[in-house]
């Protein structure tokens, strides 16, 4: 079992920026992807960004790219997503995921989720 702990959410203006967390726990192999999805009111859950734990591959939703990086610390079990440039479209609950199928942008293909950060911009 996976465990994860997302952190690191809230309110900001537009044009800002921040860093979320996902501390994973229990057996989470290195060899999972791990990925970052959001899901707005009344909207389908969608990617934002993905990677292996080592970083020999990573992804972005195109709405993010530019703005958003994510990166791993695999001493501390951590992902991360660094948000900058926030816009009042990200406002969303944002969900930190792991799985075993690598490259993945369907929700679906994850197995493990944490509970959930929420993010809200502001104008």
């Known amino acids: 079992q996976v465990q994860l702990v997302e952190s690191g959410g809230g309110l900001v203006q537009a044009g800002g920026s921040l860093r979320l967390s996902c501390a994973a726990s229990?057996?989470?192999?290195?060899?999972?992807?791990m990925g970052w999805f959001r899901q707005a009111p009344g909207k389908d859950r969608e990617f934002v960004a993905a990677?292996?734990?080592?970083?020999?591959?990573?992804y972005y939703a195109d709405s993010v790219k530019g703005r958003f990086t994510i990166s791993s610390d695999i001493a501390k079990n951590t992902v991360y997503l660094q948000m900058n440039s926030l816009k009042p479209e990200d406002t969303a609950v944002y969900y930190c995921?792991?799985?075993?199928?690598?490259?993945?942008?369907?929700?679906?293909?994850?197995?493990?989720w944490g509970q959930g950060t929420q993010v809200t911009v502001s104008p």
């Open positions: 995921a792991a799985g075993r199928l690598h490259g993945s942008r369907v929700p679906n293909e994850y197995e493990y």
């Open positions: 229990g057996r989470a192999s290195i060899t999972f992807a």
């Open positions: 990677m292996s734990w080592t970083g020999n591959w990573i």
